[in-house]
């Protein structure tokens, strides 16, 4: 019964993106304030300390996938210590690097800053920073894997909801900081805070929602090492080798052409992470997806999951960043109140790559949660392994210029051959992806869209009228082109991108979305229908259990969603298949809502010695109205849970004892 379907899905990628799109905002309007207060040159400073302290992080981001993947699955199969070890051995293991980095930033934090290109005048504020960016981090590698837990338990939306909240009290507390002039050290003050409140938060919520699991370094065990090495271990391969790349880019812009290149290159660089924010949305929930769909050997919804996933990937991706690419000058003038020429042609470079690099998000998501890293570490030697034969003949002639070049060549070359590759072994074709995601259809929309956009703003004269000031203008440009932008683009993705599927889809998650705004919407079921058998098959039960309230046939994962929403019905009747296994709908059960088991009946099915062995009542055959009131009408639903059951078994002949107790859940 595990929740996923299109509103679990739904909810988590716009809760993913309102974090995202809140995270991406804090920090440009922090960005202005930091370059009006420390300059250029402080700002590469600040965006430098958090490259040595990706060095140490890149650890923590391997292990917390491997946190994700270990949680989806023990918890679906109630392997409650196992998961207790894994955690444990996890924390002491990354910890230590933690703890290893703080104390390397304390003894060699300002040689380390100046060799990375700090001004004298900043290397003291900048080692000061560094250390409090690592201390912080020793929290956030021991506590603080709780919110990759959180992502495990299919709720990556709170794992959202906490991030937006540290960015909100980051944001609050640097911007007093910064105007009181404390500079590099109050950005790390604010930015400290607001992760200690959220790791702490997040221990609480996992310890309230998965009590049977212990989490303390103390629980390290030789067997949890072991396990969170081998998936985490070659997670960290990947993750190195992306950190050296991701990071080593801006050493190597102070290297060659100064600190405040990297002030130049980090802000097209968080124009590009804006543009992420819907792909990612989209991409963020789809890991601990693809984990249970694959633990419970679910293909098809898997592979359906993979293409439909993908769609959205690209759709939310090409659209953003054709966007920031039109209008690249006039959002960094918007920004910034200054006109970074270098900032645009880098931000309308890299797009291409980024827009390609969307692409393989999803692959990676479905690799990741198998525990399958090798492919993408080798496209990200392969593609590591272009940019350095490519930088170093064009860094020397074209300075910065050519280490962008050198970045984007290797993006695109590296995207082709790691789709190529994962095809192969997935036995998916092109021809079916293409077909499945419609991508060539896409990019004609979006070059169409935006060819037109970009005719009618260079045709017709400026929209704002003289005397006006340029970053006003600037504004009223990205706001007034951005209409017809999206109006056209909308209309051409309603009807000629997405099928009739896709759109039936979306309309039920807005309605959703509408309704529960307006607080509107039927009641809750009295009666829930789980369809194991299928929906259409679950009519007759339906208008059977009509007799006592409303009654509703929902889907596993439908139902899953509702429960964990809070449904409290007074009847389940899960409507079993010949070959379905009633022990999957008692164990989620009992893992996500106790509270509901004494309501629980099976329906059909084969015969099976777990209904006598757990005492879980059922119904050999389909139930009239009239049994099904003698059992849970008003007077029968006071009866205790096993009285119950007891009514049901003896009306429907079945196996289970009367005075049978439901196991306790753990």
């Known amino acids: 019964m595990t929740a996923i379907n299109i509103k679990t899905l739904g909810r988590s990628s716009i809760t993913s993106g309102l974090a995202q799109l809140w995270r991406i905002l804090s920090r440009l309007i922090l960005t202005p304030l930091i370059i009006s207060s420390i300059g250029f040159e402080g700002y590469g400073v600040w965006t430098l300390v958090f490259s040595v302290a990706a060095y140490v992080q890149m650890t923590n981001a391997s292990f917390g996938l491997a946190y994700t993947k270990f949680t989806a699955e023990c918890v679906r199969h109630r392997r409650y210590d196992e998961l207790t070890h894994i955690i444990g ?33 900043m290397v003291s504020d900048a080692a000061l920073a560094l250390v409090l960016i690592l201390g912080v981090l020793v929290l956030r590698m021991t506590v603080g894997c709780t919110l990759e837990i959180l992502g495990g338990l299919q709720r990556i939306d709170l794992t959202f909801r906490l991030n937006a909240l540290s960015y909100l009290i ?13 500079g590099l050290v109050g950005l790390a003050v604010g930015h400290a805070v607001g992760q200690v409140a959220i790791n702490l938060a997040a221990y609480a919520m996992v310890r309230r929602r998965l009590p049977q699991v212990r989490i303390s370094p103390l629980y390290v065990s030789r067997e949890g090492l072991r396990k969170i090495l081998s998936v985490g271990g070659r997670f960290q391969l990947l993750w190195a080798v992306n950190t050296i790349v991701l990071q080593g880019i801006k050493i190597l812009i102070s290297k060659l052409v100064g600190v405040e290149a990297v002030a130049i290159y980090e802000l097209a660089d968080k124009l590009i992470n804006l543009g992420k924010t819907a792909s990612e949305a989209v991409v963020a929930p789809l890991m601990p997806a693809f984990a249970s769909l694959q633990a419970g050997g679910d293909k098809i919804r898997e592979r359906l999951l993979f293409l439909k996933g993908s769609k959205a990937d690209a759709l939310m991706g090409g659209t953003s960043f054709t966007f920031l690419a039109l209008f690249a000058p006039a959002i960094l003038l918007l920004w910034t109140g200054e006109q970074v020429s270098e900032s645009a042609w880098t931000l309308r470079v890299l797009a291409i790559g980024e827009a390609g690099l969307l692409l393989t998000s999803v692959v990676s998501s479905s690799l990741r949660a198998q525990g399958r890293v090798r492919r993408e570490f080798t496209w990200a030697m392969l593609t590591t392994t272009i940019m350095v034969v490519l930088v170093i003949p064009l860094a020397p002639i074209l300075g910065y210029e050519g280490v962008i070049y050198s970045r984007l060549i290797a993006q695109l070359l590296g995207t082709g051959w790691y789709l190529r590759s994962y095809f192969r072994v997935s036995g998916l074709s092109w ?23 970009w005719l009618g703003a260079h045709a017709l004269p400026p929209l704002w009228p003289p005397g ?124 996500n809502r106790p509270d509901l088991v004494e309501r629980l009946v099976f329906v059909g099915g084969r015969d099976d010695p777990f209904f006598e062995e757990s005492g ?51």
Do not use: C
């Open 89 to 121: 051995s996890g924390m002491t293991g990354v910890g230590s690097i933690a703890v290893l980095g703080l104390v390397a930033a304390w003894f060699f934090g300002e040689p380390i800053m100046a060799w990375v290109g700090a001004p004298p005048d």
């Open 170 to 182: 980051e944001f609050v507390l640097s911007v007093p900081l910064l105007l009181w002039g404390y």
């Open 431 to 453: 021809g079916e992806y293409l077909r499945g995601t419609r991508i060539p259809l896409l990019g004609v929309l979006l070059a169409a869209v935006g060819g037109l956009i």
């Open 468 to 591: 006006l000031s340029a970053r006003l203008g600037a504004a009223i440009e990205v706001a007034v082109w951005s209409v017809p932008y999206l109006a056209l683009l909308g209309v051409g993705v309603w009807k000629l991108y997405l099928n009739d599927d896709d759109r039936t889809q979306i309309s039920t998650l807005v309605g959703a979305i509408v309704d529960k705004l307006r607080g509107r919407g039927p009641g809750p079921p009295a009666v829930i229908v789980v369809a194991l058998a299928g929906l259409d098959r679950a009519a007759p039960l339906v208008d059977a259990a009509s007799v006592l309230g409303h009654a509703e046939a929902l889907s596993p994962g439908h139902a899953g969603e509702a429960f964990i929403g809070g449904a409290v019905p007074r009847l389940i009747l899960v409507h079993l298949g010949p070959d379905s296994d009633p022990r999957d709908q008692w164990v989620w059960l009992q893992d």
């Open 616 to 666: 879980a009542p059922r119904y050999a055959s389909m139930p009239d109205g009239e049994t099904l009131r003698a059992d849970w009408g008003e007077t029968a639903g006071a009866e205790t849970g096993s009285n119950a059951g007891s009514n049901a078994g003896s009306n429907a002949g079945s196996n289970a004892g009367s005075n049978a107790e439901p196991p306790a859940s753990d």
